[in-house]
């Protein structure tokens, strides 16, 4: 299985574009999570979901935020309009029920300007 | 929710050396704990595991105790080497199923 994939990698914007990042769970995987790294704030947990179906959004920051789950094989979080404050490495990650581990994509890099 | 606190921030060690890092968490029906090394620029990665109905795990050169009363648990790596040098983040997982990570401690081992 190739893991957890996420795309871009890198990604620059200027100041109220809109965002999207992208995350492919590794197949078989009922959770999925999206999470945000700072330097500031560490790992923080956005949202998750289970079977597609959001469970916990508790951690977005804002309404500017906004993950979907349209099937099992495909997730994306979205920022508009995307702020200088929301650069950052978002990680996505998926797990199967029953089992604890979590398995981490690469990361999306975002910069925005 | 949970709140997790992790020391040091930063921990510098002689290569040969044990390190040990420490983490305490709030909410009592947490009952998974993991443990994440990440690389500059790289995903964190797991690399032990406890549950809360396991007091000590042990894999090579790496051990985790966990103190449900105390809500408290540790990393010890014994005979470090180059290749540890990290950040390091411990976590918990309780009644959701997300984790909630410490800030993480940047391990680095001196030759």
């Known amino acids: 299985d190739a893991g957890v994939i996420q795309s871009p990698r890198h990604e620059v914007t200027e100041m109220g574009q809109e965002v999207t990042l992208r995350c492919k769970p590794i197949?078989?995987?009922?959770?999925l999570f999206w999470y945000r790294q700072t330097m500031m704030r560490g790992l923080e947990l956005l949202i998750y979901?289970?079977?597609?179906?959001?469970?916990?959004d508790s951690g977005m920051p804002e309404d500017r935020f906004s993950a979907k789950m349209p099937n099992a094989s495909f997730s994306t979080l979205k920022i508009q309009p995307s702020e200088p404050r929301d650069s950052a490495v978002y990680f996505c990650?998926?797990?199967?029920?029953?089992?604890?581990?979590?398995?981490f994509g690469p990361g999306t890099r975002l910069t925005v300007l | 929710g949970e709140n997790v606190e992790q020391h040091p921030s930063t921990l510098s060690v002689q290569e040969g050396d044990s390190a040990v890092i420490k983490c305490t968490y709030s909410?009592?029906?947490?009952?998974?704990f993991p443990w994440y090394k990440q690389e500059l620029g790289k995903r964190p990665q797991l690399i032990i595991d406890?549950?809360?109905?396991?007091g000590e795990k042990k894999d090579q050169r790496i051990a985790v105790t966990l103190n449900k009363t105390a809500k408290h648990f540790s990393l010890h790596i014994t005979e470090t080497q180059p290749e540890d040098s990290a950040v390091y983040f411990c976590?918990?997982?309780?009644?959701?199923?997300?984790?909630?990570f410490g800030k993480g401690t940047h391990l680095i081992i001196q030759p």
């Open positions: 197949s078989g995987h009922d959770y």
């Open positions: 979901f289970n079977n597609n179906v959001p469970i916990d």
């Open positions: 990650a998926s797990r199967v029920a029953g089992r604890d581990e979590q398995f």
């Open positions: 909410d009592s029906a947490s009952n998974y």
């Open positions: 976590a918990a997982r309780g009644g959701a199923d997300g984790l909630t």
């Open positions: 406890i549950r809360s109905n396991v």
